[in-house]
């Protein structure tokens, strides 16, 4: 039944080392976003994808860069991680621009 | 770009008690006001949400009203129960723009 899937729950990664978060749906949407919320915090949007149009946040780093290989598949690549980096990584998918956004259950990043 | 403030940043009522969340949004144009609940750990949730043509929508305990001309909305609670207690986020996004922009959220408790 879920309709968006994110891999790994958890992850921990070591300063500097490359990490790639992973987001898959079942809905069939094709707009799909990534978030980035730290503790007690609002989620952050960092980019989204309406189709394979990659749309970039003007305050996301470098660092952070993302692929969309098909519709259902969405992932999330972070370069040199950073202690800074450290947070729940939320994916989300919208049937278009105009509708309802689903949120993944998330990926927690640890960077030791 | 858009700005949304949310009220207050915590908020404790007793059960059966009403609660009240206030977001005001700055830019004219948005359209769609969404409102997420989010529990620990776990991913931010669609409870209700509001489109511009419409002043109020309920469904069962929660209820959403928009004031276009003040540029503000807000959530109501009934009957307040402890599994309402969580992290409650509003959102606005623009006619013309491509993301939401979250309120920095409020943390309901609700006291049994």
């Known amino acids: 039944d879920a309709m968006v899937i994110q891999n790994p729950r958890y992850q921990v990664t070591q300063f500097g080392k490359p990490v790639t978060l992973s987001c898959s749906q079942t809905l069939n949407h094709n707009v799909m976003y990534w978030y980035q919320q730290k503790s007690s915090q609002a989620p952050k949007l960092l980019f989204h994808y309406y189709d394979k149009d990659f749309n970039n946040e003007a305050d996301t780093p470098d660092n952070f860069q993302s692929r969309r290989p098909n519709t259902s598949f969405c992932f999330l690549d972070i370069r040199s991680p950073g202690l800074g980096d450290a947070a729940m990584y939320l994916c989300?998918?919208?049937?278009?621009?105009?509708?309802?956004?689903?949120f993944g259950p998330g990926t927690r990043l640890t960077v030791t | 770009g858009e700005n949304v403030e949310q009220h207050p940043s915590t908020l404790s009522v007793q059960e059966g008690d009403s609660a009240v969340i206030k977001c005001t949004y700055s830019?004219?144009?948005?359209?769609?006001f969404p409102w997420y609940k989010q529990e620990l750990g776990k991913r931010p949730q669609l409870i209700i949400d509001?489109?511009?043509?419409?002043g109020e929508k309920k469904d069962q305990r929660i209820a959403v009203t928009l004031n276009k001309t003040a540029k503000h909305f807000s959530l109501h609670i009934t009957e307040t129960q402890p599994e309402d207690s969580a992290v409650y986020f509003c959102?606005?996004?623009?006619?013309?723009?491509?993301?939401?922009?979250f309120g920095a959220g409020t943390i309901l408790r609700v006291k049994s």
């Open positions: 509001i489109r511009s043509n419409v």
């Open positions: 989300a998918t919208s049937r278009d621009l105009t509708y309802e956004q689903y």
């Open positions: 830019d004219s144009a948005s359209n769609y």
């Open positions: 959102a606005a996004k623009g006619r013309y723009g491509n993301k939401l922009v």
